[in-house]
């Protein structure tokens, strides 16, 4: 490997349910999530990332909020967003709520920015849609020199300029880590290397190594503008049990109502329970006991030579208690056997 292999663990405070199968209260969701953040840091995970959506089904619209509170809680893990939406954020309070949180934090925190998979927060924020690629591309720009400079002039045109503008408080000791999160779109993994950022590719359905192109594009994209290419990350959904069959049987009826919920919105079919058994054995889905988790993660990191490996470990409306149990293997067993099989 290229790089030492770091591990992070995902959620996006799903809603989960109560013992009678009613959803729990968002501020539940909350609470639950900082424990999780906390056992994640007992077991020596390396990375805790939490996403932003403004819909129902998610608890967390405000990361670096829930991440302060877990930072309080916590000694050594890095802690971040996955991802920010920043086409319809400002970039100058993005850096502004990271800095503190970092401040806080002794240095853990992390930027992860995307242009957004779900788009609830531009009629929120007063964003148009027709703008998603625009807005991300500007505010982007304005980030990236946020993180190096510390008195920024910048002209912008869907924000107000700056000049000779210092922004409070400043990153103390070193840069704030800044990662662009990747789809499948080419565009955003030149983009990455434009802005000379470290980028996360995440893997929605089907096998990792179709995404190995995105991956050689941006190294070439990296030697073409004569600097060295940036660490890069693979994102991914999974869930650890004992065994396998335990790990299948308690993750499949959540997961067809979370991928169904989701497809009726986007307009997908149903999905088969052969269609979920394939994106296990050879495609996107990390499910299973910890050896088989742990061996098709380093089947994955050896092939696309990435430094990072994230995965979602909620899903719908898993149990807080099963969650708990899949990061304590994930941290206390996976992550130990991969990092021996790396070598």
């Known amino acids: 490997m290229a790089m030492s292999l770091e591990f992070g663990l995902d959620t996006f405070g799903d809603v989960t349910l109560d013992p009678d199968g009613r959803p729990l209260p968002h501020a539940q969701i909350l609470r639950d999530i900082v424990e999780e953040a906390v056992v994640a840091d007992q077991v020596g995970v390396d990375f805790f990332g939490v996403g932003e959506h403004h819909r129902p089904d998610f608890a967390v619209s405000a990361p670096e909020v829930l991440l302060s509170a877990i930072a309080g809680q916590t000694n050594r893990i890095r802690l971040g967003s996955a991802a920010t939406v920043l086409s319809s954020d400002d970039p100058v309070r993005v850096f502004q709520r990271f800095s503190t949180l970092n401040a806080v934090s002794n240095g853990r ?15 929120l924020f007063g964003y148009e849609l027709s703008e998603y690629d625009a807005l991300f591309e500007e505010k982007l720009g304005l980030l990236a020199t946020l993180i190096r400079k510390e008195v920024v002039t910048w002209p912008g045109k869907k924000r107000s ?4 503008q210092r922004i409070f408080p400043p990153i103390e000791n070193t840069r704030l880590k800044t990662w662009v999160a990747v789809g499948s779109t080419p565009n955003s993994v030149l983009r990455a290397a434009r802005y000379d950022l ?10 990792a190594l179709r995404f190995k192109p995105l991956f050689e594009l941006y190294h070439r994209a990296c030697e073409r503008l004569d600097r060295p290419a940036r660490e890069i990350g ?26 169904d919920g989701i497809g009726t919105e986007r307009g997908w079919a149903p999905i088969e329970k052969a269609q979920f058994e394939t994106e296990i054995e050879r495609g996107s889905l990390y499910v299973g006991s910890p050896e088989t988790v742990a061996r098709k993660i380093v089947t994955t990191v050896k092939a696309l030579n990435t430094s990072r490996f994230e995965m979602k470990y909620s899903a719908g409306t898993l149990a807080h208690s099963r969650l708990k149990r899949s990061i304590e293997l994930f941290g206390s067993q996976v992550v130990p056997l991969a990092r021996e099989l790396v070598g």
């Open 198 to 207: 470290p980028m996360i590719v995440a893997v929605i359905g089907g096998e």
């Open 109 to 123: 925190a992390e930027i992860i920015v995307g242009r957004g998979w779900f788009t609830e927060s531009f009629p």
């Open 234 to 259: 693979v994102h991914s959904s999974g869930y650890v049990a004992d065994t396998d069959a335990r790990a299948r049987e308690e993750y499949w009826p959540e997961y067809k109502k979370f991928r």
């Open 161 to 164: 300029p700056l000049q000779n």
